[in-house]
């Protein structure tokens, strides 16, 4: 997928991410940090589960567990910048598929993935709705019919703040 700037109001908050050499990287792309570097969202693959729907179970796990934000840059295969992630972002993302209800503020959202019949691999800018293994909330209602949502996006790196004592 090209690179997209999704941002529709601000990065509240963000960071700069080393980058591996192999790794390619849109604008826009969720991105997990894997040893201290931004890699996207698909690297966290699963062939584990017995079907489909656990599959996408764990890799959604995988990602929510590692979930950096969104990538403000591009990032070549060839290249290792370091690269500005969105750690508390708001943006648009496209579902996995068009709402069948209308949403609330808050709703929980996912990655979503798509299965091989082997591997389920998530997918780097589309979402979906769900609980289990949240990403983000849903930032403004959306519409039955909707097909994109607007999410407040929030990274480990500032989902728990240090407090000095």
Do not use: C, W
């Not at 993935?113 to 209602?141: E, F, H, M, Y």
């Amino acid at each position: 997928m090209a690179s997209r700037n999704l941002i529709r109001f601000e990065a509240l908050r963000e960071r700069e991410y080393r980058t591996t050499g192999t790794d390619v990287i849109e604008q826009g792309d969720h991105v997990v940090i894997v040893s201290g570097k931004a890699r996207p969202a698909s690297t966290q693959t699963d062939a584990t589960g017995a079907n489909a729907a656990a599959r996408l179970v764990v890799a959604q796990d995988k990602v929510a567990d590692i979930y950096g934000g969104i990538a403000l840059q591009a990032k070549e295969s060839t290249k290792t910048p370091n690269i500005r992630v969105g750690v508390d972002v708001v943006a648009e993302y496209e579902l996995n598929t068009a709402l069948t209800a209308d949403k609330d503020v808050g709703e929980k959202v996912e990655i979503h993935g798509t299965d091989d019949g082997t591997t389920t691999t998530p997918k780097n800018q589309v979402i979906s709705l769900g609980t289990v293994n949240p990403i983000g909330l849903l930032a403004k209602p959306a519409t039955n019919g909707d097909t994109t949502v607007t999410v407040h996006f929030v990274g480990v790196a500032v989902r728990a703040i240090p407090v000095a004592d």
